[in-house]
């Protein structure tokens, strides 16, 4: 009876945080100065809840790229208008008849789509892409995580401190699979990177940067290793990483890299030697940017225009 008295209360709570953040934004003199996202995140105030950074780049690169107040379709109610998804595995779930599609993909590539979206400028991958012409979807052959551009707003070029950097999945961080691995190596030669829980979201990249490769069950966590042309492999410490490698296959089939579709199981036996062979069979991605950032749906600031 407490746990559902204290679920109810959370809820009751979620919504009236959500017409609150609605009536904000209503009340904005000038929303041509707004740009609605649709993510898997809550901002509420000036910035997200720093839960994982894969999505609440959304808001941190977005509002770089535009100078625009970032408000998010997710943390809003009885509103029904223009919203642009982005970063994140958000096609078959979060997208709607007024979204604009640009660079994000859908989870599982099966079953029907809760909501056909307005338009499609651009998605993840290949995958995405065949999975909206399965549901009539017109779709571009137009590709990319917009979390590649990171570069263009940040760029540390912070020296090596470490040998290894991993990067487990939000849900994989408490796995003692994660521990083993840093235990093989003594001393600052390895480092645990979170993508939730974070102080500020620089450090996660400079943190990144400090690291001469990279083992992550995270997505971002190997799109933002490309990004910055760190060596990178995926790996799986469980099963609790939703989608079943479909996004991973995804975004690696719009930069070039079908070798590396499958991901290397890690186990009680294996070895961190074994994952750092995988550092001299990286190379960098292959992709076009200037067409992602071409067909974007809003207006990105002239400097960053100039720098594509």
């Excluded at 709570?13 to 993510?39: F, G, H």
């Excluded at 079953?111 to 307005?118: A, E, L, S, T, V």
């Excluded at 030669?189 to 990144?208: A, L, P």
């Amino acid at each position: 009876m407490k746990r559902v008295t204290k679920d109810l209360v959370n809820r009751l709570v979620r919504v009236a945080k959500d017409v609150v953040n609605t009536l904000r934004y209503l009340c904005e003199v000038d929303k041509s100065q707004c740009l609605v996202v649709n993510a898997w995140m809550d901002l509420y105030g000036k910035e997200p809840v720093h839960r994982n950074l894969g999505d609440e780049l959304n808001y941190y690169l977005i509002k770089e790229l535009t100078g625009k107040r970032i408000y998010n379709y997710f943390n809003m109610r009885f509103l029904k208008i223009r919203n642009y998804c982005c970063i994140g595995s958000i096609v078959d779930s979060r997208a709607n008849g007024r979204s604009r599609i640009w660079g994000s993909g859908a989870m599982y590539g099966e079953g029907r789509m809760q909501k056909i979206p307005f338009k499609v400028c651009a998605v993840r991958g290949p995958l995405t892409r065949q999975y909206l012409l399965a549901q009539g979807v017109e779709c571009p052959a137009v590709y990319g995580d917009p979390a590649l551009l990171l570069p263009m707003i940040y760029n540390p070029g912070k020296r090596k401190r470490y040998m290894v950097g991993i990067v487990p999945h939000i849900y994989d961080l408490d796995n003692p699979l994660v521990h083993n691995l840093k235990q093989q190596v003594s001393g600052d030669g390895i480092t645990v990177i979170k993508m939730g829980g974070y102080v500020d979201w620089h450090d996660v990249i400079d943190e990144i940067n400090e690291c001469e490769f990279i083992v992550s069950s995270s997505l971002h966590g190997l799109i933002l290793s490309d990004a910055y042309n760190i060596p990178n492999v995926w790996v799986e410490f469980s099963d609790k990483v939703l989608g079943n490698g479909f996004k991973f296959r995804d975004y690696f089939g719009s930069v070039g890299k079908s070798e590396s579709m499958n991901p290397v199981r890690v186990t009680s036996d294996t070895k961190l030697g074994s994952l750092l062979e995988y550092r001299e069979k990286w190379r960098p991605i292959e992709i076009d940017l200037a067409k992602l950032i071409n067909a974007c749906p809003f207006e990105i600031l002239p400097d960053y225009k100039r720098k594509s």
